[in-house]
């Protein structure tokens, strides 16, 4: 049940460009656009949340497509190596834009990107559900996965100071993009070579509307995905306001602000084995409680941190990421379990049990995606509503400076809260999956 290390890397290879482009596309694309390439900012926040709108319903097709595709290289590596090579051609058209583009042209640009985005996410993390059916092990594979898209993050934040100390001026973003391009087809391709697929527990479903609705209609998955939801709009709350918040509020170069950010993120990254080892002494919805109460609190105490002190800003933002790596591999290794137990379910009501893999994680992603969307579309329109001005080196008054501190940090601190009370009431802990495993592995004996 255990996955090999090398096996495991392989697998986790192509977080490291999917990660990298993460961070940019909430943190740094926007007021990119804004700014540097003169788009109005209302117009930026609609660009991007519209494409996750439209994203969204695309995530649940990939996955039914996923659930029924059967050929030599298995079912989730095709879609990966196919969607690798759609992402590199979108960051190329989304991140090497030059100022005049049009609302139109970076619509279609940012759709290309998130289709191949979706494919190579969804294909790779549907796929670490099969790596091995046991309980740790599950949040071990997710914790490993983590760990990658977090090196990735710290990765591509190295990319705009080091553009920065090489006097290239507002190339940073295309210095990401190009270092994106150049890892997508090398992590792609090993893990397709070297990481077999694994097994599910029962036959894949195939494409079927019903079969959504089925989902839906459990109240498990529900709030399992209301949990996903107000966790992915914490980050990113912070990440499309904290160029803004840091600069204008805090009073801090850009570059200090990368720095910063690498400081949070690896901080994520070395407390990853840490919330490994707790998910597996308390249970995964407990660690996921605690942590949700912890993002919620970390980004509310940024404000603290006084007007440019890079060394307490930069503690501060040690703190703050201790637990935000924790949500994101757990919920994941929770939905893994949560199809164990639908198959079960389906068995002992005497129905055709159907793997719903694809599907399910596609939907989850729906639902990350969306949290991610909110922010940037009602945020960025809310701050113009203060008067707030994104431009480079613009000068913001009161009014503008107290809306942003209030978007900063309210909304965080309630998701936080409503998510670790959701995640306090999660039915399946490592007793009852176990249980779950017993009677379906006696089921496959007796099939077999």
């Known amino acids: 049940m255990r996955v090999a290390p090398l096996r495991l890397a392989a697998w986790c290879g192509p977080s490291l460009p999917v990660a990298a482009l993460g961070l940019p596309l909430v943190v740094h694309l926007p007021p990119h656009y804004a700014g540097t390439l003169g788009l109005p900012l209302g117009v930026v926040g609609l660009l991007f949340a519209l494409v996750r709108v439209i ?29 690798a090579a759609v992402l590199m051609a979108g960051v190329f058209l989304t991140f090497m834009e030059r100022p005049g583009v049009s609302a139109t042209e970076a619509l279609l640009n940012l759709l290309v990107l998130f289709l191949g985005y979706s494919m190579v996410f969804l294909a790779q993390t549907s796929w670490g559900a099969r790596l091995s059916p046991d309980y740790a092990e599950r949040a071990r594979i997710f914790g490993w996965w983590t760990a990658a898209n977090v090196s990735g993050t710290i990765l591509v934040l190295t990319m705009p100071p080091l553009t920065a100390a090489l006097g290239v001026g507002d190339s940073g ?5 190009w270092f994106i391009i150049a890892l997508l ?19 894949p479903l195939g494409r079927s509307w019903r079969a959504a609705r ?22 990113a709350v912070a990440g499309a306001l904290f160029l803004f918040m840091f600069t204008q509020v805090k009073g801090f170069t850009p570059q200090q602000t990368s720095v910063l950010l ?46 440019g002190h890079v060394e307490l800003a930069a503690l501060g933002m040690v703190v703050a990421g201790l637990p935000f790596a924790a949500p994101g591999f757990l ?35 729906a639902t990350s995606k969306l949290g991610y969307a909110a922010p940037v579309g009602l945020l960025y329109p809310l701050l113009g509503l203060f008067g ?3 431009a480079p080196g613009a000068t913001n008054d009161a009014t503008a400076l107290l809306g942003l501190v209030l978007v900063f940090t309210v909304p965080p601190l309630v998701f936080g809260a409503v998510a670790a009370w959701l995640a306090w009431r999660w039915p399946i802990d490592a007793a009852a999956h176990a249980r779950i495993r017993a009677e379906l592995d006696a089921a496959s004996t007796e099939g077999s």
């Open 214 to 235: 089925a989902l839906f209609q459990d109240r498990r998955m529900i709030e399992l995905l209301l949990l996903d939801l107000m966790l992915a709009a914490v980050p």
């Open 185 to 203: 087809p090398v992590t792609a391709l090993a893990a397709v070579a070297l990481v077999p697929e694994g097994r599910a527990a029962a036959e």
């Open 262 to 307: 690498l400081c949070y993120f690896t901080a994520g990254l070395l407390a990853a084995p840490l919330w490994i080892r707790l998910a597996a002494r308390i249970g995964k919805h407990r660690a996921v409680a605690l942590a949700s109460v912890g993002i919620g609190l970390a980004q509310a105490g940024i404000l603290v941190v006084p007007r």
């Open 55 to 83: 994203d969204i319903p695309l995530d649940p097709l990939l996955g039914s497509l996923m659930d029924g595709t059967k050929g030599r290289l298995g079912q989730f590596r095709p879609w990966l190596a196919t969607g």
């Open 331 to 365: 919920l994941r290794s929770m939905l893994a379990d949560l199809n164990d137990a639908r198959i079960l379910d389906a068995r002992r009501a005497g129905h055709e049990a159907r793997d719903t893999t694809g599907l399910s994680f596609a939907i989850l992603t």
């Open 388 to 390: 707030f001005d994104p």
């Open 173 to 177: 973003v295309r210095a990401m993009g």
